[in-house]
């Protein structure tokens, strides 16, 4: 079976999104470095803009779309981050947006995703098929659904983030990608066999929600409940049936890490490196600070996903780990 997008994909992306999207920084640890005894370049998206690399998926989506798509808009279903992503692209290209949300999701995102100007529509997430709820909507306005992960040119965006740590750092032995639906982790993983065909991929999911790691096992996508973590970003169910079949080709593997080692990551982040990260971005920085692969001597390329996380909850998880 043919994956639904390659290289060509990925190059075509980075060019749609140039000069909308940022080019994040990728930063060094002389003390991560020392305590793994590697090197590894981790690519701040916590910088990108809406705070997380779904801004490069997002805007890669919506400018394909057609003039009578543009005029009717885009919806999205989102626990966060791809909703504010999707809010602003669709400001940015001046179409209408409507996301619908889990009246869970952290106040923050929900605020931040009304602030870009998009109608927010919230939803029940332990009752609601938001995907069902998503479609009735999108059905009556005529609007153009774009999910969050199991959507080509979603993924194709998403793959612009290894692209470019890969052209800054050169090739790479092992890039660290966190997991949730698998866009980002498929996308960078076809990108990373164009660019540096002998990097092995890791895909790295929160301990409760290790349904993709299940799924390799399975041999088939495995839907779990909704996990109940701290890593908001990767509360899903499920990998998509795009983007499963690019981790099954491409991604040497799937690692496990646990809530306290996303905040003791998300400390290290603070006070070595200055950088604010919330706990589904700190997923792949744990793998690696937490020896879940062997990094000896390699160069390490680690995705920081995101860094949308409201004080309160900043402070009170930073502080949980004093107590
Ligand atoms: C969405 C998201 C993820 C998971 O991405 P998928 O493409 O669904 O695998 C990880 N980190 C952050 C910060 C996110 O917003």
Do not use: W
């Not at 032995?173 to 990373?192: E, R």
């Not at 290790?210 to 990767?234: K, Y």
């Not at 995101?306 to 004093?322: H, K, T």
């Amino acid at each position: 079976m043919s994956l639904a997008i390659g290289p060509s994909d990925v190059a075509a992306a980075a060019r749609r999104i140039a000069g909308i999207a940022h080019r994040t920084p990728v930063l060094t640890s002389a003390t991560a470095n020392a305590r793994v005894g590697a090197e590894l370049f981790f690519k701040c998206e916590n910088l990108q803009r809406t705070g997380s690399f779904k801004f490069r998926g997002a805007c890669n989506a919506l400018s394909r779309f057609t003039p009578g798509q543009r005029k009717a808009g885009v919806l999205a279903f989102s626990s966060g981050n791809h909703a504010q992503a999707v809010a602003l692209a669709a400001r940015l290209l001046g179409m209408p947006a409507v996301i619908v949300m889990p009246e869970d999701a952290p106040s923050l995102k929900i605020e931040a995703t009304r602030g870009y100007g998009a109608e927010v529509i919230l939803y029940d997430r332990y009752t609601v098929d938001r995907e069902v709820l998503g479609r009735r909507i999108a059905d009556e306005r005529g609007m153009t659904l774009v999910p969050p992960y199991d959507h080509a040119d979603v993924m194709a965006g998403q793959g612009t983030a290894a692209a470019e740590l890969i052209e800054e750092v050169g090739p790479l032995d092992l890039l660290l990608v966190c997991v949730g639906g698998g866009g980002l982790l498929s996308g960078c993983a076809v990108a990373t066999r164009a660019l540096s065909p002998q990097c092995r991929v890791f895909g790295v999911e929160p301990e409760a929600g290790n349904d993709v790691q299940q799924s390799l096992a399975a041999g088939h996508i495995v839907h779990i409940d909704v996990p109940r973590t701290i890593a908001d970003g990767a509360q899903t169910q499920h990998a998509g049936t795009l983007t499963f079949p690019v981790i099954q080709s491409l991604v040497a593997g799937i690692e496990t890490v646990s809530d306290a080692e996303l905040v003791a990551t998300m400390g290290f982040f603070a006070e070595r490196m200055k950088l604010v990260v919330e706990p589904t971005g700190c997923l792949a920085a744990a793998a690696a600070l937490h020896g879940k692969v062997g990094l000896a001597d390699r160069r390490v390329g680690i995705i920081v996903s995101g860094g949308n996380v409201g004080v309160a909850r900043y402070a009170a998880l930073l502080g949980g780990e004093l107590a």
